[in-house]
């Protein structure tokens, strides 16, 4: 586990960025376009890493290497755009079919009281138990215990106007409010996920999610918000009963993340995954604290078909975007293809976009991972990544001056 990070863990965060813009180097492959095939490169040892030794390691201010674009791609950056707003209650929404009531059946016909402090978790289970096939309208102001909710194949469940789901007090560093696991055809629409981070005794630990998504199908979250939660607001992972099935087809519209302690998004695998338009904030309290972590537990995990479009990243202490390969080489080939476009961040004290952790030790792992048209505080990290690894490319990228 790891503890809540301290002053310490600023000052060290502080000393690695002014280190990391003191090692700036620029390669430039025409048109504005930064290409890297690899900087950096070393090994870190055969062995799989932990996020407990990767952050340990990127304290450590060893084998860093950055790249800014060309002055000509930074001469007329735009001024530095403050942090969005924090949600701090359900906004209502703007999607008509939220209000359309036409063909749902209410939480409330299952029992679900949604009064702001009676729990719902059992009678809201049942309410998702008992309307597979039809859309679940959850209205007014629920509470669960850390058990969380399960969904199914084939369910649909729409938030209405003001809605949320707050978790009660507890005393856990791992829990899933919202489980899509191993079922497939799953809508979410309006989702209000609060973690209630301010009302959990745990001291430690990093595995308490808002959504946690494995092995699912064809899954379409619409306007999902998840703040406060004890580790990321969505988990994203392959199937832990069903070997090599990593989640396919996942889009996720206008993802907002705010306030949750490890992650806004980690993507641990995934085949054909689309955010559009999400917005990851004030993410901060456990490593690796990024807006989006790319994170393989070992050498099973697949990065296919994953687009990140327009996505806004602030205030984010571990950085904005975060790639760390450490644990993806191994006997089986891996060809990854990461695109991410049109990327915002001008605020988090991480850094805003960060390539790390790669040693092949002779397997293969190749594809590319691009950025392209990003708006950056800081320019490009690159730590510790082999030369023969994934293609880095960085097209168009402006630097905003502080």
């Known amino acids: 586990m790891l503890p809540n990070l301290t002053q310490a863990d600023n000052q060290a965060d502080n000393t690695r960025i002014a280190t990391r813009r003191k090692l700036l180097t620029s390669l430039i492959a025409g048109s504005g376009a930064f290409v890297l095939a690899a900087c950096g490169g070393g090994s870190d040892g055969g062995a799989a890493d932990s996020v407990a030794d990767r952050w340990r390691r990127r304290n450590n201010n060893g084998g860093a290497s950055t790249a800014t674009p060309a002055s000509s791609a930074s001469s007329a950056a735009p001024a530095s755009a403050a942090a969005p707003a924090s ?19 209410a939480a409330s016909s299952f029992g679900v009281k949604a009064d702001g402090k009676t729990n719902d978790r ?3 289970q049942a309410a998702i138990d008992g309307s597979v ?7 007014g102001q629920v509470r669960i215990d850390t058990t969380g909710l399960t969904l199914r194949t084939n369910s649909h469940i729409r938030f209405a106007s003001g809605a949320s789901i707050k978790l009660l007090a507890h005393n856990a560093d791992i829990y899933q409010m919202m489980r899509i696991v191993d079922v497939s055809n799953v809508i979410v629409e309006n989702a209000y996920l609060d973690g209630s981070k301010e009302l959990n005794s745990a001291s430690g630990g990093e595995h308490g999610m808002g959504f946690t998504i494995m092995g699912a199908t064809n899954v379409h979250l619409v306007a999902p918000t998840t703040i406060n939660t004890w580790g990321d607001g969505i988990y994203i992972n392959d199937s832990q009963t069903k070997k090599n099935t990593p989640t396919y087809n996942l889009t996720v ?17 995934g ?21 989006l972590d790319f994170e393989p537990n070992d050498n099973s995990a697949v990065f296919k078909s994953i687009t990140i479009n327009s996505p806004t990243t ?21 060809t990854v293809t990461i695109a991410i476009n049109n990327h915002v961040d001008t605020t988090s004290p991480g850094g805003s976009f960060a390539v790390q952790g790669l040693s092949l030790d002779g397997y293969i792992v190749n594809g590319q991972i691009s950025s392209t048209n990003p708006k950056w505080k800081y320019p490009l990290i690159v730590e510790q990544w082999d030369n023969a690894g994934p293609r880095i490319n960085v097209q168009n990228p402006t630097i905003v001056k502080s």
């Open 87 to 105: 949600p701090a209650a359900p906004a209502s929404s703007t999607s008509a079919a939220a209000d359309n009531t036409a063909g749902t059946i």
């Open 122 to 124: 059992a009678a809201l």
């Open 133 to 139: 096939g039809q859309i679940l309208l959850i209205s």
């Open 253 to 269: 519209d206008n993802h907002k993340a705010d306030g949750c302690r490890r992650q806004g998004v980690s993507i641990i695998s």
């Open 271 to 291: 085949d054909t995954i689309t955010f559009n338009s999400p917005v990851w904030q004030n993410i901060n309290g456990t490593a690796p604290a990024c807006g």
């Open 314 to 334: 602030a205030n984010c202490k571990g950085g904005g975007i975060n790639v760390w390969f450490g644990s993806l080489p191994g006997p089986i080939s891996k």
